[in-house]
């Protein structure tokens, strides 16, 4: 599907607009589908953009907002499989945007409330001048392999058993690459090479991009961080442990090993 971002809100609203409404962190959906304009009545939505030219509106709701019958607020994660694709990404940003506005309402330097900028995705402050651009989080997350076997960890923050990639947040002033082998000393011990970038996804909780690679064993002996890892260490394709779900982008690694080039010719088959 084609995209096209949109900075300020058009004249009039389309009625068959994509309207993405939050309360809190939940999204509002009817059955599987989004609400319509109209039947969520006067707003204040935000523009995200066309989507195959479709007007795609965020909003957010009273935080206390309770779902009529019918109705339903869902974490966005929950929401995966419920949505196209498209759609579920479309909600990520628009939860990222409604964040983003909420918490610039006012000047970071000095407190004054601020006001959208025409043609820009910014809050300015109608004092000072600052401006808020929507801020992004870059994380790093690497598969490691060693010989036919790869690091998976389970972190201490993990919700369910699974076992995944080593992640971290990228520091200021620190290159993707410079992050992704202090991220692997800092939690594995361990020395990497040949690192390899695969791809990225939004990563809206809050506001990550998370920025995926891969790479080889080098060295070291494998020292896990208890204060991130509660247990870890070299699995083989034939026992694998539980693993992170769809669509993750550690998934989306993990897969991408199973079946690469180095597996052998029975698992590729699968
Ligand atoms: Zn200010």
């Known amino acids: 599907m084609r995209f096209e971002p949109l900075l300020d809100l058009p004249g009039v609203l389309e009625p068959d607009a994509l309207v993405f409404a939050f309360a809190s962190e939940r999204l509002l959906l009817i059955g599987n589908d989004l609400p319509s304009l109209a039947r969520l009545g006067p707003l204040?939505?935000?523009?995200?953009?066309?989507?195959?030219?479709?007007?795609?509106?965020?909003v957010a709701l009273d935080p206390t907002h309770e779902p009529e019958s019918g109705t339903s607020l869902d974490a966005l994660r929950d929401a995966w499989g419920r949505l196209d694709e498209p759609l579920w990404t479309?909600?990520?940003?628009?939860?990222?945007t409604l964040a983003w506005a909420r918490d610039h309402a006012h000047c970071g330097r000095c407190g004054t409330p601020t006001a959208k900028l025409p043609g820009e995705r910014a809050l300015a402050c109608t004092s000072c001048g600052v401006a808020a651009y929507p801020r992004l989080s870059p994380a790093i997350i690497v598969l490691v392999r060693r010989g036919d076997e790869v690091l998976l960890c389970h972190g201490t923050r993990f919700p369910s058993r699974m076992y995944s990639c080593l992640a971290g947040f990228v520091d200021p002033g620190e290159s993707l690459e410079e992050a992704v082998h202090r991220e692997i000393r800092e939690?594995?011990?361990?020395e990497i090479d040949d690192v390899t970038y695969v791809s990225s996804q939004p990563w809206p909780f809050p506001n990550s991009l998370m920025v995926g690679f891969t790479a080889r064993y080098a060295g070291g002996d494998l020292?896990?961080?208890p204060s991130e890892i509660v247990d870890g260490g070299w699995f083989s394709?034939?026992?694998l442990p539980e693993l992170p779900p769809y669509p993750s982008i550690a998934r989306h690694l993990i897969d991408g090993w199973i079946d690469g080039a180095d597996a052998p010719a029975a698992q590729r088959t699968s």
């Open 187 to 190: 939690e594995a011990g361990i």
């Open 237 to 239: 394709r034939e026992a």
């Open 223 to 225: 020292t896990l961080d």
């Open 44 to 58: 204040d939505p935000l523009p995200l953009g066309r989507l195959d030219g479709r007007l795609c509106l965020a």
């Open 90 to 96: 479309m909600a990520g940003r628009a939860l990222q």
